[in-house]
């Protein structure tokens, strides 16, 4: 067996151990998506979030959404620009089949 095959078959015992631990023991793995969260964390992100919603934000905070929604918008008519395109490719017979 090649050795580069030890690493992947001690690699999956490690997670195998890891998740077994963390049934046993009840708790979530660090960044994962079963991670209990803080409830005072929580709170705070509920307040940042109704500050948004009222507007209370600072201009550099509006100025930054406004920046990330015009590339929204670019990426999107980009993927639409692209889609014509490759539908156009299909119709002359030049797609993937």
């Known amino acids: 067996m090649p050795w580069f095959a030890w690493i992947a078959i001690i690699a999956i015992l490690v997670w195998g151990g890891i998740m077994v631990f963390s049934m046993v023991t009840g708790k979530a793995i660090p960044g994962s998506d079963g991670?209990?969260?803080d409830p005072e964390e929580?709170?705070?992100l509920k307040k940042r979030i109704e500050a948004l919603e009222s507007g209370q934000v600072k201009?550099?905070?509006e100025r930054r959404i406004d920046r990330l929604e015009a590339r929204v918008e670019k990426r999107e008519l980009r993927d639409s620009e692209h889609e014509a395109w490759e539908r156009k490719a299909r119709e002359?017979?030049?797609g993937d089949d």
Request: aromatic share 0%; no cysteine; charged share 35%.
């Open 35 to 37: 991670e209990s969260t």
């Open 42 to 44: 929580l709170e705070r």
């Open 59 to 61: 201009p550099e905070v």
């Open 92 to 94: 002359m017979g030049l």
